[in-house]
């Protein structure tokens, strides 16, 4: 369902019978969201499966086609109390600017939130815990400004951990953001009655003020919500090797009409669309080339180094860098069945796969916040229980609301999944794509390594170490001659013979009359001398012995 979810790159047969869709879920704030979702998924007809992510926010589902579709699924996740967000993810480039647009905005609102929650939570602190320091804050006005103060956090930077509560209330269900609600909720109560109606507490009539926990309210919200920022700040760093790989991803096309040449968006091209495509650009979408021949940089897929030679017939892929000729190209495919677009999905899903330690965190986390919720409610029964006066009432309430707070879950539920997101981000920046999180977790077992090509632990830019002149002539000139020629090509190998010969003192002139051979050499003449550098067989068919 195009517009309501995103959909993988590849669907079809899964490794389980079915296909795979991936949702992206918003208002998920703990691992308890985590099972609530997954739950609601798996309870649908159909489905076989459902794993969801905290980390990266999204859902991996196996589904039999026959039976529902990603609509059902959408209409589940939201029937459990969260949404899947709209946005049109025709390429890999348009879902990777909703999903940032979508994430900054939720970043700006956390910070405003916490700024404001901080700055008037700083003067509640000062005059709560001033204990007579400062004149009258124990006094009349001074617990009515703190009044104002703590109102102003809890009903504004606060009201979202209150409205996820009484969503997850609604559905049956806790969540951390229950474990919050009730704890600053019991606190701000509390100090709003000793307030505004002290008489209700004994000993009143003897001038007795029951004590009042407003700055405990503002400073558990203030620093939840900055753990929200961290939270934040953590997840924009797994989405960054995403963002990396769809940035190769080039925004418009040269697109070969009756007119000539038009630029447009690369969303606008279609099936056998023809491009052209300029050395030193991005092809921007797999396909064949019709025309031209060129090197063009493939190490975005394949990790190799130096550059493929191309001309007609030949395939090219999106996002890949043409270097030296002009090509043409009959586009192939788009959108989701682009390669690039294949490899940023296998990289999400491996992101949002779960590793065994990964789920038994989820296990766990389900069961946690009920069991905190029986704790301190007996907490709360035992010191009432002991000291069933006012100051024993403000003693359970106080450690009531440290029961709930200090035993909120989110780093259970976050750990795992944010582990892996970061391996396997940090991987994809490198060039390694590993397949998911049990992959991941068994890496630690592995005790051999082999590597296959150079490039892997090498830099990938070759360098001219030594120069070996045959019999009868001058291994300095040679290179001189060499990197003359050279010196207007754009190949790594070429570029490393010029640089080598600067390196050793040898004079560069510029060539005349250069011409490139696409998989043969070059050619050019250099001080009146024709100079030809290239494969054997070619230098062979000039009638150079090798």
Same mark, same amino acid.
């Given at each position: 369902?195009?517009?309501?979810?995103?959909?993988?790159?590849?669907?079809?047969?899964?490794?389980? #019978?079915?296909?795979?869709?991936?949702?992206?879920?918003?208002?998920?704030?703990?691992?308890?969201?985590?099972?609530?979702?997954?739950?609601?998924?798996?309870?649908?007809?159909?489905?076989?499966?459902? !794993?969801?992510?905290?980390?990266?926010?999204?859902?991996?589902?196996?589904?039999?086609?026959?039976?529902?579709?990603?609509?059902?699924?959408?209409?589940?996740?939201?029937?459990?109390?969260?949404?899947?967000?709209?946005?049109?993810?025709?390429?890999?480039?348009?879902?990777?600017?909703?999903?940032?647009?979508?994430?900054?905005?939720?970043?700006? @609102?956390?910070?405003?939130?916490? =700024?404001?929650?901080?700055?008037?939570?700083?003067?509640?602190?000062? +005059?709560?815990?001033?204990?007579?320091?400062?004149?009258?804050?124990?006094?009349?006005?001074?617990?009515? +400004?703190?009044?104002? +103060?703590?109102?102003?956090?809890?009903?504004?930077?606060?009201?979202?951990?209150?409205?996820?509560?009484?969503?997850?209330?609604?559905?049956?269900?806790?969540?951390?953001?229950?474990?919050?609600?009730?704890?600053?909720?019991?606190?701000?109560?509390?100090?709003?009655?000793?307030?505004?109606?002290?008489?209700?507490?004994?000993?009143?009539?003897?001038?007795?003020?029951?004590?009042?926990?407003?700055?405990?309210?503002?400073?558990?919200?203030? =620093?939840?919500?900055?753990?929200?920022?961290?939270?934040?700040?953590?997840?924009?760093?797994?989405?960054?090797?995403?963002?990396?790989?769809?940035?190769?991803?080039?925004?418009?096309?040269?697109?070969?009409?009756?007119?000539?040449?038009?630029?447009?968006?690369?969303?606008?091209?279609?099936?056998?669309?023809?491009?052209?495509?300029?050395?030193?650009?991005?092809?921007?979408?797999?396909?064949?080339?019709?025309?031209?021949?060129?090197?063009?940089?493939?190490?975005?897929?394949?990790?190799?180094?130096?550059?493929?030679?191309?001309?007609?017939?030949?395939?090219?892929?999106?996002?890949?860098?043409?270097?030296?000729?002009?090509?043409?190209?009959?586009?192939?495919?788009?959108?989701?069945?682009?390669?690039?677009?294949?490899?940023?999905?296998?990289?999400?899903?491996?992101?949002?796969?779960?590793?065994?330690?990964?789920?038994? !965190?989820?296990?766990?986390?389900?069961? =946690?916040?009920?069991?905190?919720?029986?704790?301190?409610?007996?907490?709360?029964?035992?010191?009432?229980?002991?000291?069933?006066?006012?100051?024993?009432?403000?003693?359970?309430? #106080?450690?009531?609301?440290?029961?709930?707070?200090?035993?909120?879950?989110?780093?259970?539920?976050?750990?795992?999944?944010?582990?892996?997101?970061?391996?396997?981000?940090?991987?994809?920046?490198?060039?390694?794509?590993?397949?998911?999180?049990?992959?991941?977790? !068994?890496?630690?077992?592995?005790?051999?390594?082999?590597?296959?090509?150079?490039?892997?632990?090498?830099?990938?830019?070759?360098?001219?170490?030594?120069?070996?002149?045959?019999?009868?002539?001058?291994?300095?000139?040679?290179?001189?001659?060499?990197?003359?020629?050279?010196?207007?090509?754009?190949?790594?190998?070429?570029?490393?013979?010029?640089?080598? @010969?600067?390196?050793?003192?040898?004079?560069?002139?510029?060539?005349?009359?250069?011409?490139?051979?696409?998989?043969?050499?070059?050619?050019?003449?250099?001080?009146?001398?024709?100079?030809?550098?290239?494969?054997?067989?070619?230098?062979?068919?000039?009638?150079?012995?090798?």
């Amino acid at each position: 369902m195009q517009g309501t979810m995103e959909m993988p790159a590849s669907t079809g047969p899964a490794e389980s #019978e079915g296909e795979v869709c991936l949702l992206p879920i918003a208002g998920m704030t703990c691992a308890s969201c985590v099972r609530r979702v997954e739950r609601a998924l798996s309870d649908v007809d159909g489905v076989s499966q459902a !794993a969801v992510n905290f980390a990266t926010e999204r859902a991996t589902v196996t589904y039999d086609p026959a039976r529902t579709d990603p609509a059902a699924l959408a209409r589940a996740v939201e029937a459990a109390g969260y949404s899947v967000p709209v946005a049109r993810q025709e390429t890999p480039t348009e879902r990777a600017d909703e999903g940032e647009a979508a994430e900054e905005r939720e970043r700006k @609102a956390l910070y405003r939130d916490f =700024f404001v929650a901080m700055t008037l939570t700083i003067p509640l602190l000062v +005059l709560g815990m001033s204990h007579g320091a400062i004149p009258g804050a124990d006094g009349p006005l001074g617990r009515a +400004l703190q009044l104002v +103060l703590a109102s102003v956090v809890v009903l504004g930077p606060g009201r979202r951990f209150f409205r996820l509560a009484w969503i997850a209330a609604k559905h049956r269900t806790s969540d951390m953001n229950t474990l919050v609600a009730m704890g600053t909720g019991a606190a701000f109560a509390y100090s709003f009655v000793a307030v505004v109606a002290p008489q209700l507490f004994p000993h009143a009539e003897h001038g007795a003020v029951p004590h009042v926990y407003f700055e405990a309210a503002g400073a558990i919200l203030t =620093f939840v919500l900055l753990g929200k920022v961290l939270e934040g700040r953590a997840k924009k760093r797994l989405s960054d090797a995403v963002r990396g790989l769809v940035a190769l991803q080039p925004s418009s096309a040269r697109r070969l009409g009756r007119e000539g040449v038009e630029e447009v968006p690369v969303t606008a091209l279609a099936l056998d669309d023809l491009v052209l495509v300029r050395p030193g650009e991005r092809l921007p979408a797999d396909g064949q080339v019709m025309r031209g021949s060129s090197a063009v940089d493939e190490s975005m897929l394949t990790g190799e180094s130096l550059p493929v030679d191309k001309e007609a017939g030949d395939p090219v892929f999106g996002g890949t860098l043409n270097q030296s000729g002009s090509l043409t190209v009959r586009v192939g495919s788009l959108g989701a069945d682009s390669a690039l677009a294949r490899i940023v999905e296998a990289v999400r899903q491996a992101q949002g796969s779960k590793a065994p330690i990964a789920r038994l !965190a989820d296990v766990v986390s389900a069961y =946690f916040v009920p069991a905190v919720l029986v704790v301190a409610a007996a907490t709360f029964g035992v010191w009432l229980f002991l000291d069933p006066t006012a100051t024993g009432l403000a003693t359970a309430v #106080e450690r009531f609301v440290a029961v709930l707070v200090i035993a909120c879950p989110c780093a259970l539920g976050l750990a795992t999944p944010a582990a892996i997101a970061v391996g396997t981000g940090r991987g994809a920046e490198l060039g390694v794509l590993v397949r998911g999180g049990a992959v991941l977790e !068994a890496a630690s077992r592995v005790d051999t390594v082999l590597l296959d090509k150079t490039g892997t632990l090498t830099e990938g830019q070759p360098r001219l170490t030594d120069v070996i002149g045959v019999e009868g002539f001058d291994a300095a000139e040679l290179l001189a001659l060499v990197a003359s020629v050279e010196s207007e090509s754009e190949h790594p190998i070429a570029r490393a013979l010029v640089q080598g @010969a600067r390196d050793r003192g040898a004079r560069v002139v510029s060539p005349v009359g250069f011409a490139s051979r696409p998989g043969l050499g070059v050619e050019a003449e250099v001080s009146g001398r024709r100079v030809r550098v290239g494969t054997a067989d070619w230098l062979a068919l000039a009638g150079v012995e090798t």
